[in-house]
Structure formats: structure tokens, C-alpha cells
């Protein structure tokens, strides 16, 4: 069976009842921002590429209230935190606040920092339902999260949602240190009940590409329970060597380049790393475009293969698979039923996500975890909205 996730007002309620029992009063704003699957286009954002992720029924949520004291102070109940799972600092100036520890906090901090105006100083309490470190954006979750709460607290938004999810990812940048593309932001602003999004990456003009007429078929998610290891280190040498690649071939990104493009990197003698990096990102931005046509269509078995041929290069080319995942992904397609099944996110770790008749699921589940030598966990998910309040 895939594991039940607890309904947002549940989760809602939880953080309403802590923030009572912290802080002696009722909190007057709550908001929260979903986690994501990528369903096709991985590493493409960084290369100015198309992604087609979704939103998740996984949410963060933040509760809160704005004081007329000096101090912010922010308690996490989400399991990551460590044993600090409060911080405070001086609310004032948003130029003055500095990264530092504990390192969750960071997010936060980032994105009080790059919100549009200064906010009053807060109390709020942070409750999580997306695992962290599993490829579901954890991170852009509690950032999206953070930022729409400042936009409740504050009355304010930026003039278009864009500058929101660009916010957010300055937040990851400047603020945890983490190079990430813009596609985590972006889903978890923008997405829509019954749609995926597929964004342009080079320019964010964005589609909304219903998925709701999946009728027999599902996406399923398995979590590898295998962290992302290598992996900040590893995605900076691959992203190195695309931005090589495209400054070999004199273009600005890879999004520029074709399959002629990659026999010039081979006669001007690339390195074969970069030939295969290179070979990744343009066969991948080209799948993920003839994938939301697909999506599109309802031509569900195109997708299927697909979403096989994004795996199958995600490991041979830009090497970012592991063993747990390439096993987690065979033993899915040996059953009938599925249609196709890939890793999703960075790579090295975190989860798969699998096309497949709903009639399939009980026993594609059983077959993967009688197949793979850890502890899986299974998620069906269904597409699911962007960050909101809640009232
Ligand atoms: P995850 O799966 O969250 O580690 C990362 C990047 C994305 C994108 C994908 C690969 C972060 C926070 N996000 O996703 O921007 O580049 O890898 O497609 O690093
Ligand atoms: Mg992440």
C-alpha cells in the first residue's frame, strides 16, 4: 500500500495548536507551499531548458502572528531540524540579516532577506509533510512557504509570481549555499489541481498542461530512503561541465545546441565527460517538450517511454544514478501495467516516479519491495495546488 498522507487542514491544525501552546495566543496567519515531483526534464533547468514538474499533496506549513516586540522566533517541528529546533533573531533592517546556524533556518532568513520590504518582527511555527532530502524540494517548499507568509504578514507581493520564485531561489543561493536551478520555486508558486507545469526555464513562460484526464493511470513515487549523497558536489561538476560544453560550442546555454552540436564537441576532442554531459541535457530538453505533447494527447504509453529513455540517459550520460534507483526502476518495469518509471530530482539518492495503470499499483508495490534491498516508501501523487493562505 502507498502511505496515506495526513489532509493540509490536519497538518494545519497541528501547527495552529502548537503556536497556541508556544506562544500563549492564536496565530492570525497560515499559509503553506507544496514539495514537487519532476515528472520529465531533469538537469535542464541550469541549461536554460524545459521542466515538467508538478506540485504534491506534501506541504509546508507555517503559522503566525507579527508583534510589536524586537525579536523573530520560529519553532520546527519537522524531524530534519536536529536538536535545534528553534532560533530567534533581530527583526529590523532585511539588509542586516546574515546566514548562520542553525542551517534550516537559513531558508528563512534568505527569504526574509530578499522579500520585497522590511516585515515586523513574528512569531510562527513551521510544520512539515515533505521528506527531506528525498528529491521532493523540501527546500523550496519551506522557502515558497516562507515568502507567502511574509506576502500575508506584509500585504504585499511582488508584481508577478516569477519574481517571488526567483526570490526564493536567490534565498538557496545566497543563504544555504546551494547552486539550484529554478524549477523547485517555480512549481511550488505555480502549481495548479489537475495540471502539470511545463516551464521554460530560459525565459519562465509557463503552460499549465492538464493531467486530468489520467483516468486509469497514476504516477507513483518510491522513496529510495537513500539520501542524496554526493550530491551538492556532484551537481556542481555536472553543471561546470554543461557550462563548459556550451563555451566550447561559443553559445550562451545548451539550450542553444543540437545533436550537431555534440559531433562538434567530439571533433574539437571534449573531454568524453562533457560530450556526455552535453548529449544528456539536449536529448533531455527535447524529451520533456515531446513529453508534455504527449501529456497533452493523453498519449500515456509515449510518456511511458519517455520517461524510460530520460532514466536510461539520466545514468549512462550525465551519471547521476545509483544503484538503488537503477534497481528500484527495473523492478518496475518488469510489470505489466507500467508504462514507463525514472529517477526524479538530482539524482544519487531520493526517489523514482513511475507511470502505471491504477489497477497495477498493489502489486507493482509488492514486486519493488520484494526486488530492492532497502526499505522503500510508496506515495501516489496526484497533482496538486501552488502555495496559498489558508484561511
Ligand atoms: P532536487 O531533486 O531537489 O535536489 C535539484 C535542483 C533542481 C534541478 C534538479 C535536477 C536543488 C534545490 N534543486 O533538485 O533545480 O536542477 O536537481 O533536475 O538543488
Ligand atoms: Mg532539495
Redesign the pocket.
Known amino acids: 500500500m502507498a502511505t496515506l498522507l495526513p489532509h493540509v487542514n490536519s497538518v494545519k491544525e497541528k501547527a495552529l495548536q502548537t503556536f497556541a501552546e508556544k506562544f500563549g495566543e492564536q496565530a492570525a496567519v497560515c499559509v503553506y507551499a507544496p514539495g514537487r515531483v519532476?515528472l520529465i526534464?531533469?538537469?535542464?533547468?541550469?541549461n536554460d531548458g524545459f521542466?515538467l514538474p508538478m506540485a504534491l499533496p506534501m506541504v509546508t506549513v507555517i503559522v503566525g502572528k507579527s508583534h510589536d516586540g524586537k525579536k523573530t522566533r520560529i519553532l520546527s517541528l519537522s524531524d530534519v531540524v536536529g536538536d535545534i529546533n528553534e532560533f530567534e533573531f533581530e527583526a529590523g533592517s532585511r539588509a542586516d540579516i546574515k546566514p548562520g546556524e542553525p542551517k534550516w533556518a537559513n531558508y528563512i532568513k534568505g527569504c526574509i532577506a530578499n522579500f520585497i520590504c522590511d516585515v515586523p518582527a513574528f512569531n510562527a511555527v513551521i510544520v512539515s509533510t515533505v521528506p527531506a532530502g528525498a528529491?521532493?524540494?523540501s527546500?523550496?517548499a519551506l522557502e515558497v512557504a516562507t515568502y507567502t507568509f511574509l506576502e500575508t504578514l506584509s500585504g504585499k507581493k511582488p508584481e508577478k509570481p516569477e519574481l517571488k520564485a526567483l526570490a526564493c531561489q536567490k534565498a538557496?543561493h545566497d543563504f544555504a549555499g546551494?547552486?539550484?536551478?529554478?524549477?523547485?520555486q517555480f512549481i511550488s508558486t505555480m502549481g495548479k489541481e489537475g495540471y502539470a507545469l511545463l516551464l521554460d526555464c530560459r525565459d519562465f513562460i509557463t503552460k499549465q498542461i492538464p493531467m486530468l484526464h489520467l483516468d486509469n493511470y497514476v504516477f507513483l513515487i518510491t522513496d529510495s530512503n537513500t539520501p542524496?549523497k554526493l550530491?551538492?558536489s556532484a551537481?556542481c561538476e555536472r553543471r561546470d561541465c554543461c557550462y563548459e560544453a556550451a563555451k566550447i560550442l561559443g553559445k550562451k546555454s545548451l539550450r542553444d545546441a543540437n545533436m550537431n552540436d555534440i559531433l562538434a564537441l567530439i571533433s574539437q576532442n571534449a573531454s568524453e565527460s562533457i560530450v556526455k554531459k552535453a548529449r544528456h541535457v539536449v536529448t533531455e530538453i527535447q524529451r520533456t517538450v515531446n513529453a508534455a505533447m504527449a501529456l497533452e494527447k493523453s498519449d500515456f504509453q509515449q510518456f511511458g517511454r519517455l520517461m524510460n529513455e530520460s532514466h536510461d540517459s539520466l545514468r549512462d550520460d550525465y551519471e547521476v544514478s545509483s544503484k538503488e534507483l537503477d534497481s528500484l526502476v527495473s523492478a518496475a518495469r518488469e510489470m505489466d501495467g507500467v508504462l514507463g518509471s525514472r529517477l526524479?530530482?538530482?539524482?544519487f539518492g531520493?526517489c523514482t516516479v513511475t507511470l502505471l495503470r491504477k489497477d497495477a499499483v498493489d502489486k507493482t508495490i509488492q514486486h519493488m519491495k520484494a526486488k530492492y534491498s532497502g526499505t522503500p516508501t510508496f506515495y501516489i501523487a496526484t497533482p496538486s495546488g501552488g502555495a496559498r493562505e489558508i484561511s
Do not use: Q
Not at 546551494?178 to 523547485?184: A, F, H, N, Q, T
Open positions: 519532476n526534464g531533469e538537469h535542464t533547468d541550469y521542466v528529491g521532493l524540494s527546500s523550496a538557496e546551494v547552486p539550484c536551478g529554478i524549477m523547485d542524496h550530491s551538492s551537481y526524479t530530482g538530482a539524482g531520493g
